[in-house]
């Protein structure tokens, strides 16, 4: 699987992007997959997931209310719409995939170690 990601850039705190990530695979939408962030000197965080069907959605702590996670099956993409944007958010955005046989809990959902692909990373600059 290869995955693409795009749809950063620098956005003013308050402000909104959209992240994008398509991906190669024939079976696509067998995959659940997520977006994890990175920033200097920090471990890599659990932003968001979406399971395989798109029913099942799981946030970070740190962006439940101001995120959305969501999945195009047609395009074979996924997105993640971002308001309310802080300074504290600013990271480098990484979208993921693993095959659904591979998490079976909420939990696995936000473990970047069960995800076995992984896209380039989208740097997103909040300025203050």
């Known amino acids: 699987v290869q995955l693409q990601a795009s749809g950063g850039g620098l956005v003013q705190a308050g402000g909104s992007l959209r992240l994008s990530c398509a991906g190669s695979?024939?079976?696509?939408?067998?995959?659940?997959m997520a977006w994890f962030r990175q920033s200097p000197g920090n471990q890599r965080e659990f932003v968001a997931a979406?399971?395989?069907?798109?029913?099942?959605?799981y946030y970070g702590d740190s962006v439940k209310g101001r995120f959305t996670i969501s999945r195009d099956k047609s395009k074979d993409t996924i997105f993640l719409w971002m308001n309310g944007l802080k300074p504290e958010d600013a990271a480098d955005y990484y979208c993921?995939?693993?095959?659904?046989?591979?998490?079976?809990?909420?939990?696995?959902?936000?473990?970047?170690?069960?995800?076995?692909?992984w896209g380039q990373g989208t740097q997103v600059t909040v300025s203050s």
């Open positions: 993921a995939a693993t095959h659904y046989s591979q998490i079976t809990t909420a939990q696995g959902m936000g473990d970047p170690a069960k995800y076995d692909h």
């Open positions: 695979e024939r079976h696509f939408s067998s995959y659940h």
């Open positions: 979406i399971s395989w069907n798109g029913i099942s959605k």
